[in-house]
């Protein structure tokens, strides 16, 4: 399977504990994009990578969250200090460029449970 | 600030019959594109079919059109011959420019019967 993988599927974690989700984007993708998706919702942008550049971060990305992607392929998203309310289905995704009408391809998510 | 609106929570369609998914958004930007998502449970989201805003032509894939009015900020999602597989949720979705990220509405949770 050459599509989005993300890693680990499900996270169940206690509140104050750090966490780390991984995504591999499909090969020779060079956008990256996280999000987050609550219940009932639709998915609300996080951030997202051009190679291995951090562009752009929504406020909705606190402190507590980091996102990297070393050598512009594989990214982490990190969470310290979890809080019940960081408690979603982490939603990653790629495209081949950045342009507007690219598609973005999305890999089946992390869902966090935060006790 | 920029949202779209899904007005219909839930939909349902009998099998082979046809389905229109309401969408409304709002932004101020000339240069962007727009998308439908589908969802199935427990499943990752695809791509269903995308509208260039500077194109007055609507969009087809397949069994799938939109109804494209961009003075009203409008962008219906038309399933025609509906299949059991369609059940799903479905997002609509827009990207402005060169900005690459998604925004998504809430969703509409689509229901076929047989």
């Known amino acids: 399977d050459t599509g989005v993988s993300q890693n680990p599927r499900h996270k169940i974690t206690k509140r104050g504990q750090n966490v780390t989700f991984r995504c591999d984007p499909i090969s020779e993708h060079n956008r990256l994009y996280w999000y987050r998706q609550t219940l009932g919702q639709g998915p609300e942008f996080l951030t997202y990578f051009q190679n291995e550049a951090q562009l752009e971060k929504s406020r909705l990305l606190s402190d507590r969250f980091s996102a990297e992607r070393p050598k512009g392929s594989f990214s982490t998203l990190e969470i310290q200090r979890t809080e019940q309310g960081d408690s979603a289905m982490y939603l990653c995704a790629s495209s081949v460029t950045g342009t507007g009408s690219d598609e973005q391809y999305f890999g089946p998510g992390t869902r966090l449970t935060v006790t | 600030a920029q949202t779209v609106t899904q007005s219909q929570p839930e939909m349902s369609v009998q099998e082979a019959e046809t389905v229109t998914l309401s969408c409304t958004y709002d932004t101020s930007e000339s240069d962007y594109y727009l998308f439908w998502y589908k969802q199935p449970p427990s499943r990752q989201m695809i791509l269903v079919i995308r509208?260039?805003?500077?194109?007055?032509q609507n969009a087809t894939e397949n069994r799938f059109s939109v109804n494209f009015q961009k003075a009203a900020k409008s962008f219906s999602l038309k399933i025609s011959d509906s299949q059991l597989g369609d059940a799903a949720m479905y997002f609509c979705?827009?990207?402005?420019?060169?900005?690459?990220?998604?925004?998504f509405g809430k969703g509409t949770k689509l229901s076929v019967k047989p």
């Open positions: 979705a827009y990207v402005v420019g060169s900005q690459g990220n998604l925004i």
């Open positions: 509208q260039e805003a500077y194109k007055q």
